[in-house]
């Protein structure tokens, strides 16, 4: 009997926690027994996930640069693949903003359903911890990411998966010193780090094996820890635009796989779909970035020399969905309190959401933090930031699942432009768990 591929075991998983997790909902102390006996497998496949992130990225980037023999190419790489992220975001911006004006979704809000909106989170803990994250953010100046980016203790940044771009940093400093010092003296270096990565990816091989049942138990779990069904319905039409928008990208994703690497989109979508499935299970980035690498060098073909800079940085500064929904997200708030803005306010939202999204964590609720910050950009008053934040905090846990799809997918997308436009686009090259389980037997 032919084995199930692995992204309908995953899509198989979520389908049955979505409707175990909506069956405990229904049932006396069905929350609580989710909470203590199934949630653990969804935390620990999280953690697992996480654990290689930070050695994968050391390894891959490492060996990719080392790979290169020409710093040149690096830059190439380099160069096109920030401009590409930049110009991704920019649209996926101005998407947002073209729906979210069009629809007007806030001017269907009532009175009785902000002021019951803002009553039930105005002064959660999780709307007024972002506000303050924003607040620390902001207080660093323009320019503070470049200064977070330069670590001060290599291994610091390595103990901590919040620091990723540290991490890059340090690996792209790394690779390049290995090249300068010529091949001979770094090979020593160069063949850990090779054997590094190749360990790293199997043990991301032997982990994706629990994906079903780990996506079973994080669904159901979202689905007992959802709020009030009434407050769901109410936005729904604010959440319904976001998710159009959102769609809206994967055909654009589509649109240029098909036109620039002239590949099957359908192909594409095939190949990246356990990433984005995980992605949406997660909601970040950074946790399914092991995954992602794995899916766009051995199941699309892109030479690890792109993929092991294109995606790490991808992960930490493009955050395409993230920003279609802050641009969406803040004009709804706008609306729905009746406050006015002008073409100014809009391009504003543009420049401080792009920005923004450089600077941001690839992990769950950071998209709240940016849009506090493109708020503040545009003059909306400090008092009403809590209540603005209440308004849409009922559907950020499943909008983020969303919008994490689509940061993941314009990875996988600008990863196969930068390798088709420097010639590293080639064939898959698919490893399993157990290819070499006959020698260790």
Same mark, same amino acid.
């Given at each position: +009997?032919?084995?199930?591929?692995?992204?309908?075991?995953?899509?198989?998983?979520?389908?049955?926690?979505?409707?175990?997790?909506?069956?405990?909902?229904?049932?006396?102390?069905?929350?609580?027994?989710?909470?203590?006996?199934?949630?653990?497998?969804?935390?620990?496949?999280?953690?697992?996930?996480?654990?290689?992130?930070?050695?994968?990225?050391?390894?891959?980037?490492?060996?990719?640069?080392?790979?290169?023999?020409?710093?040149?190419?690096?830059?190439?790489?380099?160069?096109?693949?920030?401009?590409?992220?930049?110009?991704?975001?920019?649209?996926?911006?101005?998407?947002?903003? &073209?729906?979210?004006?069009?629809?007007?979704?806030?001017?269907?809000?009532?009175?009785?359903?902000?002021?019951?909106?803002?009553?039930?989170?105005?002064?959660?803990?999780?709307? #007024?911890?972002?506000?303050?994250?924003?607040?620390? $953010?902001?207080?660093?100046?323009?320019? $503070?990411?470049?200064?977070?980016?330069?670590?001060?203790?290599?291994?610091?940044?390595?103990?901590?998966?919040?620091?990723?771009? $540290?991490?890059?940093?340090?690996?792209?400093?790394?690779?390049?010193?290995?090249?300068?010092?010529?091949?001979?003296?770094?090979?020593?270096?160069? @063949?850990?780090?090779?054997?590094?990565?190749?360990?790293?990816?199997?043990?991301?091989?032997?982990?994706?094996?629990?994906?079903? %049942?780990?996506?079973?138990?994080?669904?159901?779990?979202?689905?007992?820890?959802?709020?009030?069904?009434?407050?769901?319905?109410?936005?729904?039409?604010?959440?319904?635009?976001?998710?159009?928008?959102?769609?809206?990208?994967?055909?654009?994703?589509?649109?240029?796989?098909a036109v620039f690497t002239k590949k099957n989109p359908f192909w594409f979508l095939k190949q990246i779909s356990?990433?984005?499935?995980?992605? %949406?299970?997660?909601?970040?980035?950074?946790?399914?970035l092991p995954v992602t690498m794995e899916r766009v060098e051995e199941h699309i073909g892109v030479d690890k020399?792109?993929?092991?800079?294109?995606?790490?940085?991808?992960?930490?500064?493009n955050m395409d969905g993230t920003s279609l929904y802050q641009g969406v997200a803040a004009v709804f708030i706008?609306?729905?309190?009746?406050?006015?803005?002008?073409?100014?306010?809009?391009?504003?939202?543009?420049? #401080?959401?792009?920005?923004?999204?450089?600077?941001?964590?690839?992990?769950?609720?950071?998209? +709240?933090?940016?849009?506090?910050?493109?708020?503040?950009?545009?003059?909306?008053?400090?008092?009403?930031?809590?209540?603005?934040?209440? &308004?849409?905090?009922?559907?950020?846990?499943?909008?983020?699942?969303?919008?994490?799809?689509?940061?993941?997918?314009?990875?996988?997308?600008?990863?196969?432009?930068?390798?088709?436009?420097?010639?590293?686009?080639?064939?898959?090259?698919?490893?399993?768990? @157990? @290819?070499?389980?006959?020698?260790?037997?």
């Open positions: +009997m032919r084995k199930l591929e692995l992204h309908w075991q995953i899509l198989i998983g979520m389908l049955l926690g979505l409707v175990f997790g909506y069956i405990m909902t229904l049932v006396g102390g069905g929350k609580e027994f989710v909470l203590d006996w199934v949630k653990w497998l969804g935390t620990i496949f999280i953690k697992l996930l996480k654990l290689i992130a930070i050695p994968l990225i050391l390894a891959s980037l490492i060996k990719g640069i080392s790979d290169l023999k020409d710093i040149s190419k690096f830059r190439n790489i380099g160069i096109r693949t920030i401009a590409i992220y930049i110009s991704t975001t920019v649209v996926a911006i101005t998407i947002g903003l &073209l729906l979210v004006n069009v629809i007007q979704p806030g001017d269907g809000i009532s009175d009785a359903t902000i002021s019951k909106l803002t009553n039930t989170y105005a002064n959660d803990s999780g709307v #007024t911890s972002k506000i303050a994250e924003a607040s620390k $953010q902001k207080s660093g100046g323009p320019l $503070q990411f470049l200064v977070d980016m330069v670590p001060d203790n290599a291994f610091k940044a390595m103990s901590n998966n919040g620091l990723m771009l $540290q991490v890059i940093f340090f690996s792209i400093a790394l690779g390049i010193s290995m090249l300068l010092i010529g091949e001979k003296k770094a090979k020593p270096l160069k @063949d850990f780090f090779d054997s590094l990565n190749d360990v790293v990816l199997k043990m991301v091989d032997l982990i994706m094996l629990i994906a079903p %049942f780990a996506v079973f138990s994080l669904l159901a779990n979202v689905v007992v820890s959802s709020g009030d069904p009434d407050l769901l319905l109410a936005l729904l039409k604010y959440a319904a635009v976001v998710v159009f928008g959102l769609m809206l990208m994967i055909v654009f994703y589509s649109m240029v796989v356990p990433a984005q499935l995980l992605a %949406f299970s997660t909601s970040s980035s950074a946790a399914t020399e792109v993929s092991s800079f294109v995606l790490p940085v991808g992960a930490t500064i706008a609306q729905a309190l009746a406050f006015d803005l002008s073409f100014a306010d809009q391009l504003t939202i543009v420049l #401080t959401a792009l920005l923004a999204s450089i600077g941001s964590a690839a992990v769950p609720g950071a998209g +709240m933090v940016m849009l506090v910050i493109v708020l503040e950009a545009i003059g909306f008053p400090g008092d009403k930031l809590a209540i603005g934040l209440a &308004l849409i905090f009922a559907v950020d846990r499943p909008l983020d699942m969303c919008r994490t799809v689509v940061n993941i997918t314009g990875d996988a997308t600008v990863s196969m432009m930068v390798a088709k436009s420097v010639g590293k686009l080639g064939k898959p090259k698919v490893k399993n768990w @157990d @290819d070499h389980l006959d020698e260790v037997k």
